[in-house]
């Protein structure tokens, strides 16, 4: 099945072989792989390297975000981490080239900020998140722009987090773009939800509880 819009699929994550990830799990199976860190909003520009063990135990009760990228495809199944060998991809998704995967983990206030990248599918273990997102893509000249100005306005050396980007830009830029005919998506994420991105939508993430989970993505984005 084909997605053109932002979906929330729930509680869809049994389906893809990863119910069983957690804190403890991930220490086993990868403690000592690397991954980056961050406290801030563009979690994906690496701020402090470290393992996997030293983020959990660590890290992440000091409101630090690990938001770990790799370009390894998930045919490549027998390189990187060894829980990414537990996905599954279920017959509806067969038709995706998922060629990248970012994992994640982080308490409450962690998240990341508007940004863009292919056609990816969100995959939330446990936790809850605040999703927002608009068509930034060719498509809709209005969102690209509006994104251009949050790359600006929020480069990756910028400390700002994704809940002070919300708390400023929620009643000003996005209401004008709502205003002005713009359409934005928001849901909630729950545990074991999934959410679909289409290619080169915006989307801002906001951690509202504990999280963990992983986002499959589309070609060579980053």
């Given amino acids: 099945m084909l997605y053109n819009k932002p979906t929330l699929l729930k509680s869809s994550v049994n389906k893809w072989g990863i119910s069983h990830w957690n804190e403890n799990y991930i220490i086993k199976v ?14 994906v520009s690496k701020h402090i390297l470290c393992t996997y063990k030293e983020f959990f135990n660590d890290y992440k009760s000091k409101g630090y975000y690990t938001f770990n990228k790799s370009k390894l495809g998930l045919s490549i199944l027998n390189v990187g981490p060894k829980f990414i060998k537990d996905i599954i991809i279920p017959n509806e998704f067969k038709d995706y080239k998922f060629t990248q995967h970012i994992f994640f983990a982080g308490n409450s206030g962690t998240g990341a900020l508007p940004h863009n990248h292919n056609t990816a599918v969100n995959l939330l273990v446990y936790g809850k998140k605040k999703w927002i997102l608009f068509d930034a893509s060719d498509n809709n000249p209005q969102g690209k722009s509006l994104q251009q100005q949050y790359w600006n306005d929020y480069p990756y050396k910028n400390t700002t987090t994704s809940s002070q980007w919300l708390e400023k830009e929620y009643n000003t830029s996005l209401k004008k773009y709502k205003d002005s005919g713009g359409k934005v998506y928001e849901f909630i994420q729950e545990s074991g939800d999934i959410v679909f991105i289409p290619n080169m939508w915006s989307h801002t993430v906001i951690n509202i509880n504990e999280c963990m989970g992983i986002t499959l993505i589309e070609g060579n984005s980053y």
């Fill in 30 to 43: 990868a403690g000592n792989n690397p991954t980056n860190v961050t406290l801030y909003g563009r979690p």
